[in-house]
């Protein structure tokens, strides 16, 4: 009996160093970022004048439903029809890949919400396509009955939730980092030892130790061969550039910030390349969230910029 004894406080213990060793996994959807989403106006099929509008009264509905259903960051409806109007998409929610790119540029939108709503015998339909901006990754959800469409918007709403907590991370590229921006680039750009300075000012409305997009793109050119030197009169090239970060509200265990950064290339004093870059973050905090924003900013604008120096 005390052999027996014996030989289970021995697995009970084994057991339990190993519950130790390995705690339980916690939810993956704890550190995922919070993604900023548009919804774009719905086309509507209909031979009726009034469907011209039904589109739109559908977007705006699934809008607020959403706000409703969980910690979605929206872009604001003002802000996105305002661009909608300037990229000439007021009137439908079909976009190509050039113009999913451009309206994520424009407002930070990661996911781009759109669809269509149509009658087919009689039930009304309404499907909706959450589409990765960067990606192109597209995921389904849809409402059908014999009640009016804009009835149908709540189920929707439900079904939208869902895909976006359950399986948003499909539609979202990996995060970008410098050494993973340096492999991307590598069989193209080669820094030759060549000399290169850095100075990118940023303001984030709260002290900062390190400025976070110069940091990020120090390391990617030192990832890549170049010589990152501290005088400017002693570099071939030099990236000069602002950044800007906000805090864009509270999310739930997030906080979320969006960063502006517009960067210069220069070849002595010629102006190789201008560009900007928009990116919205969530973090843990608005300060991590912010450096986050302006790290990624100055990842992206790399990735464009640096083949100039190929």
Not at 73 to 99: W, Y
Request: aromatic residues 4%; glycine residues 8%; neutral net charge.
């Amino acid at each position: 009996m005390n052999r027996l004894l014996m030989i289970l406080a021995a697995v009970f213990t084994v057991h339990s160093a190993a519950v130790a060793a390995d705690p339980a996994p916690q939810p993956e959807t704890a550190s995922l970022p919070v993604p900023t989403i548009a919804v774009l106006p719905f086309d509507s099929r209909g031979a009726r004048a009034q469907d011209e509008n039904l589109g739109k009264s559908i977007a705006e509905l699934l809008s607020v439903e959403l706000a409703t259903q969980g910690d979605f960051e929206l872009v604001e409806r003002a802000e996105l029809d305002k661009i909608l109007t300037e990229l000439h998409l007021s009137a439908t929610g079909l976009v190509d890949k050039e113009t999913q790119l451009k309206l994520g540029q424009l407002t930070g939108a990661k996911i781009l919400i759109t669809g269509s709503v149509f009658r087919s015998g009689d039930n009304n339909y309404v499907v909706a396509k959450l589409i990765g901006v960067e990606t192109g990754k597209v995921l389904p959800a849809a409402a059908k009955g014999g009640s009016a469409a804009t009835d149908l918007v709540s189920e929707l709403a439900v079904k939208v939730a869902g895909q976006l907590t359950a399986r948003s991370r499909q539609l979202m590229p990996r995060p970008k980092t410098a050494l993973s921006v340096a492999g991307e680039l590598s069989g193209t750009v080669k820094g030759n030892g060549r000399k290169v300075y850095v100075k990118i000012s940023e303001s984030i409305s709260a002290p900062a130790i390190d400025p976070a997009a110069e940091t990020e793109l120090k390391k990617l050119l030192i990832a890549l061969g170049f010589e990152v030197v501290e005088d400017r009169q002693d570099a071939e090239f030099l990236f000069l550039g602002e950044g800007l970060a906000t805090d864009s509200g509270r999310y739930q265990n997030f906080s979320s910030s969006t960063a502006r950064l517009e960067l210069n290339l220069y070849k002595g004093k010629q102006i190789l390349l201008s560009d900007r870059q928009k990116e919205t973050v969530a973090g843990p905090s608005y300060v991590i969230a912010a450096k986050d924003a302006l790290a990624r900013c100055s990842l992206e604008l790399a990735r464009r910029m640096l083949p100039a120096l190929k």
